[in-house]
């Protein structure tokens, strides 16, 4: 944050991007620090945080704020969230999905399986067995 000033310093190759105005702010900490603009202006920073700006189209919000790693520790902090909300693995979920079963091989298939499939797996490998002998399910 810069004192007595109205403007944005904004890069979109910059790892901060500067305001005066504390009020913008979504969050704010107090920090010390310098910030340099190019290679000669350099300003006291008293804080930095996170900003929401609507953009003129007003379609669309984005965030600035933090620099790099703060950006991360967010990007970070939402992947956790998001790992919270689900419940187990894929792994398990496909396990349990394995629910038909081959009785002659034991071979499982998942549950979504067409009719078709099993004929090929029961033709295929066990040529000498009825398709209802390894799969009774298809029982008609």
């Known amino acids: 944050m810069v004192y007595q000033s109205d403007e944005w310093w904004i890069d979109s190759g ?6 005066a105005n504390c009020s913008v702010f979504v969050s704010y900490q ?7 603009k190019g290679d ?25 704020g933090g620099g790099n790693g703060q950006k991360a520790k967010m ?3 939402r992947n956790l969230e998001k790992q919270k909300g689900a419940k187990g693995s894929q792994l398990e979920a496909n396990k349990k999905a394995m629910n038909i079963q081959c ?15 099993c004929r090929e797996h029961a033709e295929a490998k066990h040529p000498k067995s009825d398709v209802v002998a390894c799969f009774p399910h298809l029982k008609k």
């Open 75 to 77: 990007a970070r902090e």
């Open 30 to 36: 107090e920090s010390d620090g310098r910030v340099t």
């Open 103 to 117: 009785k002659v091989c034991m071979q499982t298939f998942i549950c979504t399986t067409s009719e078709v499939k």
């Open 14 to 19: 910059a790892n901060v991007n500067v305001c």
């Open 40 to 64: 000669v202006f350099v300003a006291q920073v008293c804080g930095q945080g996170r900003v929401d700006l609507k953009l003129t189209s007003g379609k669309a919000t984005t965030t600035m």
